[in-house]
DNA sequence: TCTGGGGTCCTAGGACCC
DNA sequence: TCTGGGGTCCTAGGACCC
């Protein structure tokens, strides 16, 4: 096995470019069937914060044709006529499983890059080609043995190619669970059997642009286009997309960066119409925010808030207001944060909109480190301790031990979550009991 | 009655600099 | 090989992803 440094990985073409996409199948799902076996061949669907939308299925629920993102109340017939486990969303739990899937499956390559709390690429470049679909099997068998959690498979000299070669692999149950593009006698055939709209960068709109204006229905009419001509009626980004559809590797890992901008939002759990709870609301949204900036080792200069009524009332007139305050100095300290929250909020607040939703925003993150000083404050040293406190006492002995007055005690708007699983993996009260 | 949350990248256009 | 306003910074908005 040779490998090559990731970031040159591209530039050197000794071996032919191998990237395989693992994708946990019905990743919440399968993680609340991990700790129920009972549930195990039962339909199971997991919704959104609030207990909104579906927003993960097992097989049996899709099979049931309950399209993902659908609103609960417009499919609960349907899930209680096929007997469906439905659960509210237990985060907790599913980033606990994801640590775990990408540890292991971090064992099988030095390159790998976390793409989501579901998928990641291992970089299979250099690695016997002749045995690449074995080690992807291994890979997929090793994970589900380690973890409980399924997985499936896609390899390709692109990410594109990978994504897609994920999706057939998927839909058409390929054995192993993995689908190696490279080794299919006709690819053409594969890529003419993929819808546009599944394709990997093609969402709703330029899927109908593409549809109606240039006949373009599958993966393979893309693939078949001049990229230039295209680059030059879309964008750069449709450029690269069709180079990567053609086999020319246009897309590489990239470096973790900080965040450039950091949102803590939430629906409430019922309507809210007073400035006190809004600003409830948005302190503890705040004080989340914070703490990401602060584990990111950066600061923000500018604070941004936002409220808004639901969109989905036709009766009431749609309501939604944002405003920012600038820092002189950028910080990362939730008390000042929280202050300028206070003044954006005074400035949008009208009285009269059942509000539905509200969240800040951080912009004009540094690093801490390379930030400007003003020349006329008072440097305030203090901060950083008591900010470091407030992290280590909640980090020790979980959220919000510590936390703001103006964060208050008691949340009648509280987001709804009526049928949350235990947190069996990161809480001791949670353990499960054999 | 009930519709999630958190991100990224790109482009266009304006203001401004030399 | 041909030729030549070039360039930065900022914001708003659109599109996409999971």
Redesign the pocket.
């Not at 793409?115 to 998928?119: F, N, R, V």
């Not at 965040?259 to 629906?267: D, E, L, N």
């Given at each position: 096995m040779s490998y090559e440094n990731s970031k040159e990985s591209h530039i050197i073409y000794d071996h032919p470019r191998r990237i395989a996409l693992v994708d946990c199948n019905n990743f919440y799902a399968s993680c609340e069937r991990v700790f129920k076996p009972a549930w195990q061949h039962k339909p199971v669907a997991v919704l959104?914060?609030?207990d909104?939308?579906i927003?993960a299925r097992s097989n049996e629920v899709k099979a049931a044709g309950i399209p993902m993102?659908a609103?609960y109340?417009k499919c609960k017939k349907e899930l209680d006529a096929i007997g469906a486990i439905v659960l509210s969303s237990n985060y907790s739990l599913y980033g606990d499983m994801s640590a775990r899937v990408m540890d292991t499956l971090a064992q099988y390559t030095p390159d790998m890059e976390i793409?989501?709390?579901?998928?990641a690429w291992l970089d299979l470049t250099g690695f016997k080609l002749d045995t690449l679909t074995d080690y992807g099997r291994q890979i997929v068998k090793d994970t589900h043995r380690f973890t409980g959690i399924p997985v499936s498979m896609g390899i390709a000299p692109t990410k594109v190619l990978a994504?897609l070669a994920n999706r057939v692999c998927k839909k058409q149950n390929i054995k192993g669970q993995v689908f190696d593009l490279t080794q299919v006698d006709d690819l053409d055939a594969v890529l003419a059997s993929v819808d546009i709209e599944d394709?990997?960068?093609?969402?709703?709109?330029?899927?109908q642009k593409l549809r109606e204006k240039h006949q373009i229905k599958t993966a393979l009419d893309l693939k078949n286009t001049d990229a230039n001509q295209m680059r030059r009626l879309y964008?750069?980004?449709m450029q690269r997309l069709i180079l990567e559809l053609q086999g020319h590797p246009c897309l590489f890992a990239?470096d973790v960066?900080p965040?450039?901008?950091?949102?803590?939002?939430?629906?409430f759990g019922e309507?809210v119409t007073s400035q006190d709870d809004l600003m409830q609301a948005i302190s503890m949204h705040t004080a989340?925010a914070c703490e990401?900036l602060r584990s990111q080792g950066s600061v923000a200069g500018s604070i941004s808030v936002s409220i808004r009524t639901?969109p989905?009332?036709a009766r009431e007139p749609f309501f939604s207001r944002h405003a920012s305050t600038q820092f002189v100095t950028p910080t990362a300290d939730t008390s000042l944060m929280i202050k300028g929250a206070s003044e954006a909020l005074k400035h949008i607040y009208k009285k009269g909109p059942k509000y539905?939703?509200a969240?800040v925003m951080l912009n004009d993150i540094q690093q801490a480190n390379e930030i400007q000083q003003d020349f006329f404050a008072e440097p305030s040293p203090k901060s950083d301790a008591l900010m470091g406190v407030l992290d280590a006492v909640n980090q020790r002995y979980g959220k919000n031990t510590l936390f703001y007055g103006s964060q208050g005690v008691q949340h009648k708007w509280q987001?709804k979550r009526n049928n949350m699983t235990p947190r069996f993996t990161t809480s001791w009260s949670d353990i499960p009991k054999v």
């Open positions: 959104s914060n609030n909104g939308c927003i993102g609103p109340f793409y989501s709390i579901d998928e994504k394709v990997w960068g093609i969402g709703r709109k330029l899927s964008s750069v980004v990239e960066e965040k450039k901008q950091i949102i803590a939002s939430r629906s309507r989340r990401k639901s989905f009332q539905a939703k969240g987001m």
